[in-house]
């Protein structure tokens, strides 16, 4: 297993540097880019400054005109773009592998601390999804394989289904109209993590606070997720009941209960467990532009839309790196995960 470890994280190097590679080249095409942004903007400042003094120096008004040479390559070499692209390319590699992401051209700030600052919320989003979203699923899927074709059955496929149609953001709305203040009642506040007045409060009321803001997001993020992982256990469980030893469990005498957690539920549960790494990995970066949108929530989801409208590529690259770095990682965990719950899996022959 050590030896195909290795194999693995050896071909994880050349997959980010391609992806990187990629994303950067396409980068480098993009109209718009920091150095046309802030050309746009001195032009716009030096017509206004411009129109305001025409009447007396109209002769000297050099905003119309654009700006001199001397200051676009001004421009380009505050941003690093003087230098070659294969160039960049390499130092930005080379900063990469320490965790240096450099400061954001929009934000003027460090990239980290602009990802640091940012990623409570879609924790906070995230996570509970996760935790919920398994909390109910799991249950619900043993108990629907258990009375397969029943009307229980029926009726809570007919909901899930149905929760999982709905799209997270449509649902906001409709919790907004609801609970938010909008058309019925006033309940769940509609900004934030926290209130304004968080620190003064004491311990449990800043835990009630801040469930008291979550609430309504995460309902909006949570419900599409039971459907699949229900139907996940539901379908396990059924395959593993068809099969013989759990005959053989049953004719030995043994109860219903004893049969299904103590022989059925251990396979059964390969598949979800085998998913825990990346949808818990999942859970810190699954922030959505809408559902950060409708309920006022400055998160990664936002930052990273608001980064590519102001061509922001250090936060771009940066959160792609971590991106790509996190998901194989996280497939690398995922086979691990299967050899420690299956020890019929080996990867000698890989």
Same mark, same amino acid.
């Given at each position: 297993m050590w030896s195909y470890i290795l194999r693995r994280i050896m071909l994880m190097i050349p997959t980010l540097f391609g992806i990187m590679a990629v994303s950067f080249a396409i980068v480098q095409f993009v109209p718009g880019g920091p150095v046309e942004r802030m050309m746009a903007q001195l032009r716009h400042s030096q017509t206004g400054m411009?129109?305001?003094?025409?009447?007396?120096?109209?002769?000297?008004?050099?905003?119309?005109?654009?700006?001199?040479?001397?200051?676009?390559?001004?421009?380009?070499?505050?941003?690093?773009?003087d230098q070659p692209a294969w160039q960049r390319f390499i130092q930005m590699i080379g900063h990469y592998m320490r965790f240096d992401f450099g400061e954001s051209y929009y934000h003027h700030r460090?990239?980290?601390?602009l990802v640091l600052e940012k990623l409570p919320v879609s924790i906070s989003i995230g996570l509970w999804t996760f935790v919920i979203s398994y909390l109910v699923s799991i249950p619900l899927g043993i108990r629907k394989a258990v009375r397969h074709g029943s009307r229980f059955d029926a009726w809570t496929s007919t909901l899930i289904l149905v929760g999982y149609?709905?799209?997270?953001?449509?649902?906001?709305? &409709?919790?907004?109209?609801l609970f938010g203040g909008g058309s019925f009642w006033n309940l769940f506040p509609m900004r934030g993590l926290v209130s304004d007045y968080w620190d003064t409060l004491s311990w449990?009321?800043?835990?009630?606070?801040?469930?008291?803001?979550?609430?309504?997001?995460?309902?909006?993020?949570?419900?599409?997720?039971?459907?699949v992982t229900?139907? &996940?256990?539901?379908?396990?469980?059924?395959?593993?009941?068809?099969?013989?030893?759990?005959?053989?469990?049953?004719?030995?005498?043994?109860?219903?209960?004893?049969?299904?957690?103590?022989?059925?539920?251990? +396979?059964?549960?390969?598949?979800?467990?085998?998913?825990?790494?990346?949808?818990?990995?999942?859970?810190?970066?699954?922030?959505?532009?809408? %559902?950060?949108?409708?309920?006022? %929530?400055?998160?990664?989801?936002?930052?990273?839309?608001?980064?590519?409208? +102001?061509?922001?590529?250090?936060?771009? %690259?940066?959160? &792609?790196?971590?991106?790509?770095?996190?998901?194989?990682?996280?497939? &690398?965990?995922?086979?691990?995960?299967?050899?420690?719950?299956?020890?019929r899996i080996t990867f000698e022959g890989y």
């Open positions: 411009g129109e305001a003094s025409a009447g007396s120096s109209a002769s000297s008004y050099r905003g119309a005109q654009g700006l001199d040479e001397a200051q676009v390559e001004l421009l380009r070499r505050m941003y690093g773009f460090q990239v980290t601390d149609s709905i799209p997270g953001f449509m649902l906001g709305l &409709l919790l907004i109209v449990w009321g800043r835990v009630g606070d801040y469930l008291w803001h979550i609430t309504l997001p995460v309902t909006a993020s949570i419900v599409g997720a039971f459907a229900t139907m &996940l256990t539901k379908n396990s469980f059924l395959e593993e009941i068809a099969k013989q030893y759990v005959v053989t469990a049953r004719a030995r005498g043994l109860s219903q209960s004893a049969v299904l957690y103590r022989h059925i539920f251990r +396979n059964a549960m390969i598949p979800l467990v085998t998913g825990f790494p990346a949808a818990f990995i999942a859970a810190f970066f699954s922030g959505s532009l809408l %559902l950060e949108t409708i309920f006022s %929530l400055d998160g990664l989801g936002l930052l990273g839309y608001e980064s590519a409208i +102001n061509r922001d590529y250090p936060v771009v %690259l940066a959160t &792609l790196y971590c991106y790509t770095l996190l998901g194989l990682v996280t497939r &690398l965990l995922t086979d691990i995960t299967y050899i420690l719950v299956d020890p």
